[in-house]
């Protein structure tokens, strides 16, 4: 659950987004600059709102009212950028271990095992494929054990027939792992695959709440 | 002999000066490149400040500050320590002429590190400082050994704020470049050569260690 009632400005840009998200996987669905990522920034704590609230599964991560604007290191909310960014002067293994904490993180085999990167460990992030990297990235984001998982269009950056085999991953993490998803998205068909919710953005406004039929 | 002392004395006080600026410096670096902070052009500009005016002006500075009746000496000389015209004020002197260079380099660097890498570790649950270390550090790192060299190639030739603030003890404070200026100024040319020649030495060994360091780090 996450609820979210928050203003930002960015320049002469201001998003302005309140909406209540109850769902396992949730689409922020819209042309580009129409404040998706800015949406995603704020949830993560990157970006800091004009006012407003955010909370997650009930924890207030931010509100202006009560001055409470945890940082993005006690915010638990597992981030994939655009560009996956995995750090480059670590090995594959670093990667995913970075953001481990004891007792609360996801396992490890498990992790590798369900998006298959096992082959991958002692590889160096510069000798990975679009696709591995992505799959790197998302088991990486897992293994901080977030309560939520941000993905910035996860798809965009492989190209179609890779599409097809990353967005099964993303459909185990959201069935077996039971983290909820909030991603952006601007592809029709990647929404209907994996979202139970599309938010639709447009012009830094919430034009509507869908609720997706038949997932 | 002489010629190996004054050598031995300026390497030494060199490296003291490069290893005394070497945590504050890449941390305020750091801060600069990525932080906005109340004070930050000030800090910047004071500690360029010694790259831009005359280093025997900064060396005035320096000796007004910490001499008996400075306002840092008075303090000092209570705890019984004493600066000016000693070891310390040389490798003083040295520190404050590389910071600057040290700072400004390593700034650069860290500049160069993409932001989304260090956003990203903050999502996973990375402290600011643990950040700095595992993160910002390691990327920057060719830039910050760099700078490190730069302040300790300038530390190494300083010459006007050392002679203001430690003057030209034989034995105590007489550092290559002063002792060159002074054989030199009293006709003894030959030990002047010499001392030249070290110098040279030095600064291609120097020059050659770090091209060598900052391309294995870039490998």
Known sequence: ?215 | MEIWRITWFTVACAAAATALILPPGVVLAWLLARRKFPGRVLIETFVSLPLVMPPVATGLILLMLLSRRGTLGGVLERLGIEVVFTWKAVVLAMAIMGLPLLVRTARAGFEQVNARYERVAATLGASPARIFLTISLPLAWPSVLAGAVLAFARALGEFGATIMVAGSIPGATRTLSVAIYGYAETGQDAMALELLLVSVAIALAALWTANRLVERSAA
Do not use: C
């Open chain 1, 1 to 215: 659950m996450i609820d979210l009632d928050i203003e930002v400005a960015q320049g002469s840009f201001l998003l302005i987004a309140k909406v209540r998200l109850d769902a396992r996987a949730a689409a922020l669905f819209g042309p580009s600059g129409a404040g998706k990522t800015t949406i995603l920034d704020a949830i993560a704590g990157l970006r800091t709102p004009r006012r407003g609230s955010i909370a997650v599964n009930g924890r207030v991560l931010y509100a202006s009212d009560g001055g409470v604007n945890l940082p993005p290191h006690h915010r638990h909310v597992g981030y994939v950028p655009q560009d996956v960014a995995l750090f480059p002067h670590m090995g594959v293994r670093a990667n995913l271990l970075y953001g481990r904490h004891p007792g609360v993180s996801a396992d490890l085999d498990r992790v590798v095992r369900m998006l298959e990167i096992d082959g991958l460990l002692d590889r160096r992030v510069t000798d990975l494929s679009g696709g591995e990297r992505q799959r790197v990235a998302l088991g990486r984001a897992l293994m901080s054990g977030p309560s939520l998982l941000l993905l910035d269009e996860p798809l965009a950056a492989v190209d179609v027939p890779l599409r097809r085999r990353i967005l099964p991953y993303l459909q185990r993490v959201r069935d077996e792992l039971t983290v909820p998803i909030v991603y952006v998205s601007h592809d029709r068909e990647e929404v209907d695959e994996l979202a139970d919710v599309v938010v639709n953005v447009d012009a830094g406004r919430v034009v509507s709440v869908d609720q997706v039929r038949g997932s």
